[in-house]
T-cell receptor
Framework: DAKTTQPNSMESNEEEPVHLPCNHS???????IHWYRQLPSQGPEYVIH???SNVNNRMASLAIAEDRKSSTLILHRATLRDAAVYYC??????????FGTGTSLTVIP | DTAVSQTPKYLVTQMGNDKSIKCEQN?????MYWYKQDSKKFLKIMFS???????INETVPNRFSPKSPDKAHLNLHINSLELGDSAVYFC????????????FGQGTRLTVV
């Protein structure tokens, strides 16, 4: 399985940008990069996804390296409600979503 | 309306019992999943169903049996419950395709005593 590597935890001050990195050195050409987050006591929720180009939506931005071996989820202004575990996932054959260990984001008021 | 709903939200039961968790999605998706999240918070896929057919069955004891009566429902039946089955179980659904997103339910916290 194509795997992802993320830091176990990160901290950010409230209202500052947060850059959450993900390494996926074994990514293949057709793997989509997905990001999900899991708020405390809730199910995972979709954040953003991309293939090659950088992507923006109302929640975040996704910056994908030119060689696609890494990506960065960018939260432009962290709020306390953004405190969650963020998962970087490669989506490929068979419709599976395989979750890694994720990054636990702490937002400091 | 909740997109993916699971019942019950909490389930406490004794070892050896048989229990079921129900999942329904109203999104018209053709793929549904069951995930298990253990005490270390690791989310592991258990089953994936596409159009009522099983397409993934990860290394899961055969005491766990998914049942999909129609595309909108994927229930999880567990026989002879063990202490190690205690976890949070999440149901999810998605449309087919690598670029589609998954929607997750709120989870069922199963405690086996």
């Amino acid at each position: 399985d194509a795997k992802t590597t993320q830091p176990n935890s990160m901290e950010s001050n409230e209202e500052e940008p947060v850059h959450l990195p993900c390494n996926h050195s074994t990514i293949s050409g057709t793997d989509y990069i997905h990001w999900y987050r899991q708020l405390p006591s809730q199910g995972p929720e979709y954040v953003i996804h991309g293939l090659t180009s950088n992507v923006n939506n109302r929640m975040a931005s996704l910056a994908i390296a030119e060689d696609r071996k890494s990506s960065t989820l960018i939260l432009h202004r962290a709020t306390l409600r953004d405190a969650a575990v963020y998962y970087c996932i490669l989506r490929y054959t068979g419709n599976q979503f395989y979750f890694g260990t994720g990054t636990s984001l702490t937002v400091i008021p | 309306d909740t997109a993916v709903s699971q019942t019950p939200k909490y389930l406490v039961t004794q070892m050896g019992n048989d229990k079921s968790i129900k999942c329904e999605q109203n999104l018209g998706h053709d793929t549904m999943y069951w995930y298990k999240q253990d005490s270390k918070k690791f989310l592991k896929i258990m089953f994936s169903y596409n159009n009522k057919e099983l397409i993934i069955n990860e290394t899961v004891p055969n005491r766990f049996s998914p049942k999909s009566p129609d595309k909108a429902h994927l229930n999880l039946h567990i026989n002879s419950l063990e202490l190690g089955d205690s976890a949070v179980y999440f149901c999810a659904s998605s449309q087919e395709g690598w670029q589609t997103e998954a929607f997750f339910g709120q989870g069922t916290r199963l405690t086996v005593v």
